[in-house]
């Protein structure tokens, strides 16, 4: 066990405080706890726990005195710093070897009486929208997953993330002899178009979405999301939904049809999962989303055959939970999805190959995001004077572009933007239009960074709050479209000051490290 350093919470469920790094892995259980599902581990108020591995779900893999090993929350934990330790008598060689040091290492020989707080339950506080919220042990649907926990947000899977050794990436290569990012080619890239979905018979009058990604079902510990969460909003009528095949006549690209799928996976039970939630509204006039199916595909055989072959699909959805795996799920055969796979045309080649080697992603979204990796590997690879540096990038578009691309209609303004100024820049090089890309999203990130009083983007936004949101965003898009200086468009708005960190990217935050 590796006896190093953990990042802890430093409390119960009432701690809402940004995570610490304590050394040691030894934790006290601060009250009862029995099993509630098979994998966890059962624990007694002053038991001590030996943290194996820590997880950003809030569950860790724990083992007891008695080698037994399950997952405990850590909010049951508290951690047992040098105070709480004395030095371990020569016979006791058998707890030494369970808790995995040498004979000159110290173990537990009494408990500290945890401090009184409130009662600590299993729930933590996420920042992924800068507000409380419950994060439960499962999730019911992906609206949920996508909603609370930020390893299933797009941001994650753009972020470069340090490889083991800390000196390189791990999905973010670079072509030296040619100056240009590395392509990578995996088991399965893919362009899918959902082409509607039959029999919703009056589902979906306040709106309709589809989310995709893909799902693994060999994890041992259970069922688990591998990728980033794309949603479609869904044309929803009488009898089908449909989505478009191009923006609409507002530019709106939101209900676009297509994504693709990147996929670099070996395993067999690595699914591509769809599932349609209809939007309903609550008694406060709020709308809330509800699942009514899914249905899976499988991207691989037992020997890497790729089975998600070019044709047209016409699959049932199935009532089924993402993690129940007692009940297989009932097929209707009235609701199905119509779609169709197909390679990518060859004019999306230049892009695809150079993303992350898992990402679900709308084609309309390609440009934007090929260019800010590219600008990410000449600073991050490139142009850096030495991998042991561990300073923070001062680099406005590493720092929050990322970020950014977590609102839908954000990223979907800045594809928009950007696809009229790469028109217009054809003549340039590559390296000339990445450095045009970044000016621009500088401009756009800085704009976002001190403008906190905005409505905030949310895919269950009632239609008032939707309006608000979309006429401020049209008032940003119609500045950067005419050129209009980042000073002037701040000078009539209520800005927060701007701190050094807001605008560095930091290459060992928890979003980095592998």
């Known amino acids: 066990i590796d006896t190093g350093q953990v990042e802890f919470d430093g409390g119960g469920a009432s701690s809402h405080g940004v995570g610490r790094t304590v050394t040691g892995n030894l934790f006290v259980a601060l009250a009862d706890l029995p099993a509630s599902q098979e994998g966890d581990l059962p624990i007694n108020k002053g038991d001590v726990i030996a943290v194996i591995e820590t997880s950003s779900d809030g569950w ?31 016979e006791e060689d058998k707890t030494n070897r369970l808790m995995g040091r040498d004979d000159t290492s110290q173990v537990i020989q009494r408990a500290p009486a945890p401090i009184e707080r409130q009662q600590p339950d299993t729930q933590r506080t996420t920042m992924r929208t800068g507000r409380s919220s419950v994060v439960p042990r499962s999730y019911g649907s992906l609206g949920e997953a996508f909603a609370y926990d930020k390893h299933v947000s797009l941001s994650c899977h753009l972020t470069p993330r340090l490889s083991e050794s800390n000196l390189s990436f791990h999905d973010l290569f670079w072509n030296h002899k040619q100056d240009m990012l590395r392509k990578r080619h995996v088991r399965v890239c893919k362009l899918v178009r959902l082409v509607r979905i039959e029999k919703m018979n009056g589902l979906g009058e306040s709106g309709g979405l589809v989310r995709i990604c893909l799902f ?87 020997t890497s055959n790729v089975l998600l072959t070019n044709k047209s699909y016409a699959e049932s959805l199935k009532e089924v939970s993402l993690f129940d795996d007692l009940h297989p799920g009932v097929a209707s055969s009235l609701r199905k999805i119509v779609l169709k796979v197909r390679d990518p045309p060859r004019d999306m080649d230049h892009y695809i190959d150079s993303m992350p080697d898992i990402l679900l992603l709308s084609p309309l979204h390609l440009s934007p995001i090929f260019y800010f990796r590219r600008h990410a590997g000449r600073v991050l690879i490139r142009d850096r004077h030495s991998p042991f540096s561990a300073e923070l990038v001062n680099d406005l578009t590493l720092a929050i572009f990322p970020s950014l691309c977590d609102d839908a209609d954000t990223l979907d303004m800045m594809a928009r933007l950007w696809v009229g100024t790469e028109k217009s820049l054809a003549n340039m090089t590559t390296e000339d239009i990445t450095s045009q890309f970044h000016q621009l999203f500088s401009s756009l990130c800085l704009i976002q960074l001190t403008r906190p009083h905005g409505t905030q983007f949310s895919w ?19 500045a950067l479209g005419a050129k209009t200086t980042v000073t002037n468009m701040l000078l009539t708005d209520k800005c927060q000051p701007l701190r050094p960190h807001f605008f560095s990217f930091d290459l060992l935050g928890d979003h980095a490290l592998d």
């Open 60 to 90: 860790w893999l724990g083992e007891n005195k008695r080698r037994e090993r399950g997952l405990v929350p850590r909010t049951f934990l508290s951690h047992l710093g040098k105070d709480d330790v004395m030095r371990e008598p020569r």
């Open 216 to 302: 693994d079902r060999s994890n041992k510990t259970g069922r688990q999301i591998v990728s980033n969460v794309h949603t479609i909003r869904a044309k929803c009528g009488r009898s089908d939904w449909t989505f478009t095949e191009k923006r609409d006549k507002n530019g709106d690209g939101l209900s676009y049809g297509e994504f693709v799928l990147r996929s670099n996976y070996r395993q067999s039970r690595v699914n591509m999962l769809i599932q349609v939630s209809t939007l309903e509204k609550t008694a406060a006039g709020d709308l809330q989303e509800k699942p009514v199916g899914l249905i899976e595909l499988p991207l691989l055989d037992d």
């Open 460 to 478: 269950t936004a009632n239609q008032a709050i939707a309006e608000k949101r979309s006429k401020e965003m049209k008032a940003i898009a119609n």
